[in-house]
């Protein structure tokens, strides 16, 4: 009895044989995963920056009263190099064309990172208004720097150089006149000390900040 040989193995196309074909195919799907992300990249920036844009308007507007201003904030922006915090976005406000009012952040290291600050400055120097734009501070402590959690931060309001004197820039702790919290005195020493610094880069930007804004072409 003869033995019967095994059946060939079909033969696969060359398009699956072939090395090339496979380094093709790769190719291929790289491509159409690029092509993909593009396309979902391209439906989500769009709603993304719209929904900055409208937090910006809505943080400008706590630091500068709508009556001051009869100018979209948002869109009046000028930028001021310092040297010592380096090119700062300054949000112009005006009124029938004069300077009302400036809106700036800054940012100083907290408790636990770096706490951003957003100032509302008068043309003369005055603080208009403070708000925490984001921090990573202790619940219940240091988050007192928050509105929505405490009124510590609108105590700013009114504020300047003069007012109090610049010895007197600190927590009650270190001898200035602001008060800390029960539990958490480096969270509001750092925003007190940031403020004081956006105080400082208006006065020696002075000019440049309230210079009135170039007209629109």
């Known amino acids: 009895m003869t033995d019967t040989p095994?059946?060939?193995?079909?033969?696969?196309?060359?398009?699956?044989?072939?090395?090339l074909a496979h380094g093709i195919m790769l190719a291929m799907f790289a491509?159409?995963?690029?092509?993909?992300?593009a396309v979902a990249n391209d439906s989500t920036s769009a709603p993304i920056a719209a929904r900055g844009a409208e937090d910006l308007a809505a943080s400008l507007e706590q630091v500068i009263p709508h009556d001051l201003h009869d100018n979209d904030l948002a869109a009046a922006m000028r930028p001021v190099s310092d040297a010592?915090?380096?090119?700062?976005?300054?949000?112009?406000?005006?009124?029938?064309?004069?300077?009302t009012g400036l809106a700036y952040e800054l940012s100083g290291p907290g408790y636990s990172g770096q706490i951003r600050v957003l100032l509302g400055i008068a043309p003369d120097g005055?603080?208009?208004?403070?708000?925490?734009l984001s921090h990573t501070e202790t619940p219940g402590l240091g988050d007192k720097i928050e509105v929505a959690k405490d009124d510590w931060i609108l105590g700013f309001a009114g504020k300047s150089l003069a007012d109090p004197e610049?010895?007197?820039w600190k927590v009650k702790r270190d001898g200035g006149v602001f008060d800390q919290f029960s539990g958490a005195t480096i969270t509001p020493r750092a925003v007190v000390k940031t403020i004081?610094?956006?105080?400082?880069?208006?006065?020696?930007?002075?000019?440049?900040?309230?210079?009135?804004?170039?007209?629109?072409?």
């Open 6 to 19: 095994p059946p060939e193995k079909p033969k696969l196309p060359w398009f699956k044989a072939s090395p």
């Open 126 to 132: 005055t603080l208009l208004g403070v708000r925490v």
């Open 31 to 37: 491509l159409v995963t690029a092509v993909l992300l």
């Open 84 to 99: 010592e915090e380096g090119t700062i976005k300054v949000y112009v406000a005006t009124k029938a064309g004069a300077v």
């Open 166 to 168: 610049p010895g007197h």
């Open 196 to 217: 004081y610094r956006g105080l400082m880069f208006f006065d020696r930007n002075k000019a440049a900040l309230t210079a009135p804004l170039p007209p629109k072409s």
